[in-house]
């Protein structure tokens, strides 16, 4: 290296005794020939891409992306940018769930529709006509215009799990119509998320062709920086940060930022946090699971 030199031009001293194929890149050095690159279900990031590209490749073969169908239903519900009226809300889960899915890789179709059997169940038939799978959002429980159920039936649905014994989301319905997989999500917004990143999440991105590990949520132990104040009968699923251990439940003190229906301390979310049914209030200190959303 010339820095190891005096800069002489005609004569040189030369300050350092030089190794044998010192900063030499050898051919082969970074990938052998015949090694893979990417073993079947691997997601292709930058590197992969790069690597590629580094060895010559010019394109590689992959997995068709699914195409999901995100509906909302709810007599209720608004699209954002209309105007409101009395006893109207803005449709936050299906632009939040097709939002995850395209962060996901998936093309997404999205619609919302009323609490009408009939009008559920057409617009479900013609996403399956059109997509791999179907995401619904609200009309899941008990209610009297909660036509989920119904409409599944309507369209001769197998059912493959109703109901999860958790908090939020318990409502929720997983179902097959012909070969493709319709996940029914509760309406409250936190629930939908909560429940589409454990549920319908993995299930998608194993049909789409990941690897099962890359699928599902990891899980970690974390030290909580903060508390939650609430006993929790059966098992609950809070939002929470996690970073390097550490793990933040947002909205400190306040309960209800953690309620079902709230969605603003999601943001900036990356993990739930799972307390066991019969836990207490939990207090910072105390190390918990944490489950990280799939990347
Ligand atoms: N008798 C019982 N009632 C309820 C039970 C139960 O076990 N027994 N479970 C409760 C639980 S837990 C949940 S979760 C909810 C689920 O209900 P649905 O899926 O039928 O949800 P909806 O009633 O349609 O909506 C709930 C809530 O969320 C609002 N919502 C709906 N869609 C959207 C949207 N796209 N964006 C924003 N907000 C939305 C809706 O207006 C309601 O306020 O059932 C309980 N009941
Ligand atoms: O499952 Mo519900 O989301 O607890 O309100």
Redesign the pocket.
Known sequence: MQELTDGGEEQVRIYAQLQPNANVVFRGEDIAAGAPIAAAGTVLTPAHIGVLAGQGIPDAEVFRPLTVGVL???S??LEAGEAWAPGK??????IQNAARLRQLGFAVERT?CS?DPEEIAARMQELLTRCDAVIT???????Q??Y?PTVLEMLHAEPVFAGVAQ?????MIAAQVGEKLVF??????F??AATLEQYAVPALLRAAGRREEDCIPVHTRGRLTTGFSKPSKGTRFLRARALGGLVEIPGEGNAEAHS??S?SAMMGCNCLVELPAGSGPVAPGEEVEVLNFVQ
Do not use: Q, R
């Open positions: 909302a239903t709810g209720e519900l809300i803005y449709d936050a889960n299906g919302h609490d959002s609200g009309g899941v429980s008990v209610g215009k909660d989920l908090k939020p989301g318990s409502p029914c999500l509760s309406g409250n917004p629930a939908a079902s229906g969605l």
